[in-house]
């Protein structure tokens, strides 16, 4: 990868995200695509109860997959029941239909509510794509 070649970066704490252009020359391939519902309105509409999967290397040891339900998508978070491990927080979330990415968990179990979390990527790609990369919120 050439570092010399100029990027968007954006950072976004509220988010909980960090993003960063890949340009053609990087020859980089094997990328999972993103799922085209995320730019509709009325996303929870869209994804609740709809069947994801987490493809996870928890502390870098055995690889995991992990099935389960989008619970809600509220405060740009997705809750989903996706049974993941220590370690997990930014593996892809995706919907089981497409094979595409929706979100990137970041929380375990929460224990009282039985539910994980995830960032819902349709707000930070957003920002991303309308040119308010070099966005450090941190």
Avoid: W
Avoid at 71 to 87: A, L, M, P, R, V
Avoid at 88 to 117: M, W
């Amino acid at each position: 990868m050439n570092l010399g070649i100029k990027r968007k970066t954006y950072f976004n704490k509220n988010y909980d995200i960090a993003l960063i252009e890949i340009k053609n020359e990087d020859n980089i391939t094997n990328f999972l695509d993103l799922d085209e519902n995320l730019f509709r309105d009325n996303e929870d509409t869209i994804f609740r109860n709809k069947s994801i999967y987490v493809l996870h290397y928890p502390s870098g040891k055995n690889a995991s997959v992990s099935y389960g339900l989008v619970n809600s998508i509220e405060q740009k978070e997705i809750k989903h029941t996706c049974s993941t491990f220590h370690g997990s927080s930014g593996s892809p979330i995706l919907n089981l239909e497409t094979n595409k990415v929706i979100g990137i968990h970041k929380e375990g179990t929460i224990p009282t509510f039985n539910f994980n979390k995830g960032t819902f990527l349709k707000y930070p790609l957003n920002d991303f794509i309308n040119n308010k990369g070099n966005n450090n919120n941190y």
